[in-house]
Each structure stands twice: as structure tokens, then as C-alpha cells.
């Protein structure tokens, strides 16, 4: 550094002079770098570098530091974030280190970064995830959804997905595959940057809003925990908690489990088995339909054998009485036949018994009924014999 000039004992340097006297200070005082956290804002790609700035709010004040990745350091940093399964953005806390930097051409102040904490990130991230899953629980947001009945024939599906997405494709074609008649109104929405969750949020909203919709699924295929990041925001959880109609997920791989699957009616692993699991939902109801109509068809025909039966027995039977009785009422009749027989005057008379009569023809029941010299009939088997009464004797 060349020689310093004093003025009336202080320094007086040129802004050249003070820019490379300042590097030297803080080179000197961090000589190994600094770790600095904060919360990225304003993150902009300027090609071959990357810029933005961290930020916090502390106690109603705000503190800003513009970092500084330049090209020489950004490769190896960003695979260090995929292999974290990490992408810089705006929101996101990190915590970096680097050289303080006085830029004298722009007269600014930076940190000039060569390494990042993807550790840091990671457990921010779990942690952030794991107390709003908790909050959650406990104004019990997690159980909304899953109240909500699931239609007996699902056929009408809503799904909120990019429609440029593998797992979408997948989806639909198990969806078509099935032979089911499924009805399929699609919400083509941005699955991960930062449109990714106004537009989630909106399809989902809207098809909530619908009466022609059975159900509604929520796609996303694997990616990286960046990639996924949408899925675990509190406005995707409350939009999919408030739906009107039961909602299923698909999102991302077997070992992912977003906040939006925590919410959700039903959680899948993966769009296919999203689409999966509503064929299943129809299947079992056609496979239940198939299993009543035969319980209904044997019932039926045991009833319609058991009623044949008994008409049987019932025609043997009312053949049998029928006979049974005429034999009775035939017996009756001949019994009642020999007894008019038996009170037949002929048949009487036959037996020695006759009936005699006045002149006018009153049956003698009494000796009073006669007079002396009156004359009388008498009624035997075969004739008449007329008499005189000459005396009556009681």
C-alpha cells in the first residue's frame, strides 16, 4: 500500500486507496472466511455467476448482505446442492461462507462465497416442515379432508397436474387402461418454482367450487426435495384440507411424504398408483355390484324353488282333502238316505205298522180322535181296510 498522507493527523486517502486499505483489513480479519446465515431474497442468475442477497429481521430491524457466487465456485456449489436435493431460491435460509468483499467500481459490499452449508438448509427445511405439520394437527387441519366421503363410482375426476409431466401421462393412461368410463377435467398448473403454488392453489380452489367433480387428484412425479418443495407450503395443505370433495395424492417417489399428502383424504406414493388407487375404488364397487346380483339371483331362484314346492304341496294337498271330503260328504249322504229310508211310511208299514185316518183323512193319533160309528181307514203295507168304530176304550 503506498504511503498514507495525514491530515491534521488522520488518515486522507484516495476511494482507491481506502476500497484496497479496507480488503486488506477484513482479508486480514478473515483470513479463512465467514460462515453468514440469513434468508435468501432476491436471488437473480446473472450467466456465468449468481447473485442475491441474505436478509434479517431482528427485533423490528432488517440487516441485508449481498452475496457474491462467481463462476469459478457456482459448478462445484450447485452439485453440492443436488446432491442435497436442494435448489437456491428466494425464502429459502441457507448459510454460506465467504471473503467480505469492498467492491470499489460499484462502491459496494459483499461476500464474495465459496461454500455453502447444505446441512444448515436440510435441518431449516425439517424443521420449518415438522412445525407446521404439528400446527397442523393440533387445529386438527390434517383430519378435514379426510371426512369427506368418497363417492360410490368415482367417474369424475378433477386433477391438478402439469400435463407436460411423465407421472401425468402414466396416470392417465392406467386411468384409460382400466375400461372404466372415467370422466377427466384437468388443471394444468406449474409443479415446482415459484408459480408453482398460487396455481396449485388456484385449480384446486376452483375444482372444489365444482358440483360435477367426484374426486380430486393431486400429481407430481419425483424430483429432488427442492422439486418438491411446493407440496409441503401451508397454502397448498389449507387449499387441499378446505376442498369440497375428497382429494387424493400422488407426489413424487415411494420415500416421499409432502405436507399436501399429510392433509390429503388419501395419500399415494405415485401418480400411477394415484390413478390406481380410484380404479380400485371402482372396482371393488363393481366387484361388491357382481356379488349382490348373484346373492340376489340365488336368492331368487331358492325363493322360486321354495314357492314351487309348496304350490306342490299345496295342489297334492288340496287334491287329497278335496278327495277325502267328497268321500265324507258321500258317506253322509248314504247314511242320511238309509235313515229318510228307514222313515219311510212304506218301509214302516212293511214292518207291520199302519196308519188310520178319519173320513177326512186326520191321522189317528188318539181314541179321542174318534167316535163311535164313525167311519175309518187303516193304511197297511199293501192296502186299505175301512172299519166302524162301535166303542173307544182308554
Keep these: 500500500m503506498p504511503d498514507i498522507q495525514f491530515v491534521d493527523g488522520v488518515p486522507s486517502l484516495t476511494v482507491s486507496q481506502f476500497a484496497d486499505a479496507l480488503n486488506n483489513v477484513l482479508g486480514q480479519s478473515f483470513d479463512e472466511g465467514v460462515w453468514i446465515e440469513g434468508e435468501i431474497q432476491g436471488l437473480k442468475p446473472a450467466k456465468p455467476h449468481l447473485y442475491f442477497s441474505l436478509i434479517e429481521e431482528k427485533n423490528g430491524k432488517k440487516s441485508k448482505l449481498d452475496i457474491k457466487i462467481f463462476a469459478g465456485v457456482l459448478a462445484s456449489l450447485q452439485k453440492k446442492l443436488r446432491n442435497a436435493g436442494l435448489e437456491l431460491k428466494d425464502g429459502m435460509r441457507v448459510r454460506v461462507r465467504g471473503n467480505p468483499d469492498f467492491y470499489a467500481p460499484f462502491g459496494s459490499f459483499g461476500l464474495k ?30 383430519k378435514l379432508n379426510k371426512r369427506r366421503p368418497v363417492p360410490l363410482v368415482p367417474l369424475r375426476l378433477g386433477i391438478v397436474s402439469s400435463s407436460q409431466a411423465a407421472g401425468f401421462a402414466d396416470a392417465r393412461k392406467h386411468l384409460l387402461d382400466s375400461g372404466i368410463g372415467f370422466s377427466i377435467t384437468l388443471c394444468d398448473v406449474r409443479v415446482q418454482g415459484d408459480e408453482a403454488v398460487p396455481m396449485i392453489v388456484g385449480a384446486i380452489q376452483a375444482l372444489s367450487r365444482r358440483d360435477d367433480i367426484d374426486i380430486v387428484l393431486v400429481m407430481r412425479g419425483g424430483g429432488s426435495k427442492s422439486d418438491l418443495a411446493a407440496f409441503d407450503d401451508e397454502r397448498i395443505a389449507m387449499a387441499i384440507a378446505r376442498c369440497a370433495h375428497p382429494v387424493f395424492t400422488g407426489i413424487g417417489h415411494q420415500v416421499d411424504q409432502s405436507v399436501a399428502d399429510i392433509v390429503a383424504h388419501t395419500e399415494c406414493k405415485t401418480p400411477t398408483a394415484c390413478a390406481d388407487a380410484v380404479i380400485d375404488v371402482v372396482n371393488d364397487f363393481l366387484h361388491d355390484l357382481t356379488t349382490t346380483a348373484a346373492m340376489v339371483r340365488s336368492a331368487t331362484l331358492t325363493a322360486v324353488e321354495k314357492a314351487r314346492g309348496r304350490m306342490r304341496i299345496s295342489r297334492e294337498r288340496l287334491v287329497t282333502r278335496t278327495r277325502t271330503a267328497l268321500e265324507r260328504e258321500q258317506q253322509r249322504v248314504t247314511m242320511h238316505a238309509v235313515m229318510v229310508r228307514g222313515l219311510d211310511p212304506a218301509v214302516t208299514m212293511a214292518r207291520g205298522w199302519s196308519i188310520t185316518r178319519t173320513a177326512d183323512g186326520t191321522v189317528v193319533r188318539s181314541v179321542a180322535d174318534v167316535a163311535p160309528g164313525e167311519t175309518i181307514t187303516t193304511l197297511v203295507a199293501d192296502g186299505a181296510i175301512s172299519s166302524t168304530v162301535e166303542e173307544t176304550n182308554r
Aim: charged fraction near 30%.
Design 113 to 142: 462465497t465459496f461454500d455453502i452449508d447444505t446441512k444448515f438448509t436440510v435441518g431449516d427445511i425439517a424443521e420449518q416442515r415438522a412445525a407446521l405439520i404439528q400446527k397442523l394437527k393440533d387445529n386438527g387441519t390434517t
